[in-house]
């Protein structure tokens, strides 16, 4: 299942990578999977790692060795050059593009090595050529090194989450100040990632989306910046969108959606379903089935099934944006759980939400009605003649309007 156009969910992308990664093994003596994305969008831990994990022996090119000295960068910033560590200037593309092409014929190569702390190459060593060689950085997918590339992936993932990411990662990475680090990630990251990086995604093969779904990571972070005298909310005050994404997460940590899942699991439903209820006032969406749909014609809230490799929040933000349009901003607070029999007849459990989504219009993809209505409006739909299991349906979205 894809969570836009084109793009899978996590473990679904890296399922589907693994997949054509195994089939270009068969082939090719050596085969070069490019990962490219933005800082913290996963290219090392998540999908180099899973690469490594399935296929044992993998050589890791990282275009980050390719960086030129911080002296050379400042010199060329002094002249006049628009330049910065996340500008493609920065990278000497050229060498990197003859290394793959040494790479394709099966010849070692000299590869530089960069220190972030020295902000310098320190050194070079013998880059050899495996079954699998993995090139991860910001422009793995800029033309020329995509044309050399035999899998091409992008690793997606939203500016909040970029962000955080990134500051956790470079106040040990480098030997910056904290006001350099935040300031670098919130004036220069972003609008280099916007002009360079993002615009690459066309070249990709496969797109996987990294967003944060655990709250442990979330935690982690916080606490590493903590540790380092980093004090976000005071400095982020002048970058209200960062700011209100992390006090949505934090405050979605009250939902243990792990929990959620593994009752399901012990009471033996293997099915579990999520949807979400969105709110203008004191009125909330019902979207119509379609008539030739099981129950054709029932008024309902938007969700659906939660597909293999997501999580709770994973799927609920997916469905929500396939059913009605709308991107899911905040899940405020669980509303409860009802089970019923499916089309096989064996037990579905859904999980309700509150949530909240971006102003704007609703398309519908797999329904063909929407109305908004109010706690007594609800009843009234509740007393037509509908299956008494579906009347279930209706009756949990009543805590909706409880402590409001």
């Known amino acids: 299942m894809v969570e836009e156009r084109g793009a899978y969910v996590l473990q679904e992308g890296i399922d589907a990578v693994l997949s054509r990664v195994e089939a270009l093994t068969l082939k090719n003596d050596t085969s070069i999977i490019s990962i490219a994305g933005g800082s913290g969008s996963g290219k090392t831990e998540i999908m180099s790692a899973a690469i490594k994990k399935r296929f044992g022996e993998v050589a890791t090119l990282s275009a980050d060795d390719y960086i030129r000295a911080r002296s050379d960068i400042e010199a060329d910033a002094a002249s ?27 010849a070692p190569f000299d590869k530089p090595i960069f220190s972030f702390k020295e902000q310098k190459p320190i050194g070079t060593e013998k880059f050899e050529p495996k079954k699998i060689v993995v090139l991860e950085g910001l422009f793995a997918l800029f033309d020329n090194l995509a044309r050399q590339s035999h899998l091409k992936i992008f690793m997606e993932a939203d500016y909040p ?8 990662r470079d106040v040990y990475r480098t030997s910056w100040s904290n006001e350099e680090i935040l300031s670098y990630a919130t004036t220069i990251v972003e609008p280099m990632y916007k002009e360079h990086v993002e615009p690459t995604k066309r070249n990709a093969d496969i797109v996987v989306v990294n967003n944060y779904v655990y709250n442990a990571e979330l935690r982690n972070i916080k606490e590493n910046v903590r540790l380092k005298g980093v004090n976000l909310g005071v400095y982020l005050k002048d970058y209200g969108y ?55 014609g029932l008024y309902e809230i938007p969700g659906g099934k939660i597909e293999k490799g997501e999580g709770v929040r994973e799927a609920l933000v997916r469905e929500i944006k396939e059913e009605t349009g709308l991107r899911v901003i905040k899940i405020s607070r669980y509303l409860g759980s009802f089970d019923y029999k499916g089309m096989s007849r064996k037990p579905v459990r859904q999980l309700n939400f509150a949530v909240v989504t971006e102003k704007g219009e609703i398309v519908l993809s797999e329904h063909d009605d929407y109305v908004w209505v109010g706690k007594e409006e609800l009843q009234k739909y509740a007393q037509r003649d509908i299956p008494n299991e579906e009347l279930k349906l209706y009756n949990s979205i009543l805590p909706f309007w409880e402590n409001q």
């Open 80 to 106: 006049g050059i628009e330049i910065n560590f996340d500008h493609p200037r920065s990278v000497r593309l050229e060498l990197l593009e003859e290394h793959l092409e040494l790479l394709k014929s099966g």
């Open 161 to 168: 989450t970029r962000f955080l990411r990134r500051v956790s």
């Open 242 to 296: 960062v700011l209100e994404r992390l006090g949505q997460m934090e405050s979605e940590s009250s939902v243990d959606y792990d929990t959620l899942l593994k009752k399901a699991a012990e009471d033996g439903i293997l099915v579990v379903c999520v949807s979400g209820v969105i709110s203008e006032g004191e009125k909330i969406l019902l979207v119509r089935r379609l008539p030739n749909d099981t129950f054709g």
